[in-house]
């Protein structure tokens, strides 16, 4: 349930990650205060940083506190979707938590924890946003620009041309080529090696081949560039020949 959130983060086991897994859970909150939260001074951290003493829990909880986080620590679940929330508005957030204040008396969902005080906020600037459209940049491997409508734009193009159905059922169709007798084509050289012949052979036979598809690319752009010169709406008139 905390993939998306995980992975707008840059956690380095978004899918695997188990809050209930103790050890998991107090190194993942301390990699979160370290990396992204940063609520408490470097100096100030060597409590929650200390995850093997017993008194841990009373250092988590009292960290849950100055965050002005609304869940109790038996709450773990609520407790971590809370704190990925507010690390991915720190993240996303423009220039920081510039513009938002926190009332944990309002409520214990983070929609109303949270509260803008300037007046236009558009979806560009949400950080939910942000945080999505860099989620989906990371699952597709899309390399990371700072405007976020250029990685959006490239998302809606890399699933156009690779994830609707009839790219899907185009990539997905089997290309059966001719049987290709190795022994009727000449390599013109000989290497020792009857093994790596036979490799030079097919690696031969595969530059021809896309050769031939370069040449028919060519050829498709020479028609192209020809229907233009060639097109009867053409003004001759336009056309200025001597002085």
Known sequence: MFRRKLSALDYHNPAGFNCRDETEFRNFIVWLEDQKIRHYKIEDRGNLRNIHSEDWPKSFEKYMKDVNCPFKIQERQETVDWLLGLAVRLEYGD????????????????????????????????????????????????????????????IRILVQERLTQDAIAKASQSKEGLPVALEKHILGFDTGDAVINEAAQILRLLHIEELRELQTKINEAIVAVQAIIADPKTDHRLGKVGR
């Open 95 to 154: 220039n920081g938590m510039r513009g938002i204040r926190v009332t944990p008396q309002n409520g214990r969902g983070m929609g109303s924890l949270i509260h803008f005080t300037e007046p236009q906020h558009g979806l560009v600037n949400n950080p939910d946003f942000k945080a999505g459209v860099m989620a989906l940049a990371n699952l597709l491997q899309i390399q990371r620009h700072d405007d976020y409508l250029v990685m959006l734009k490239a």
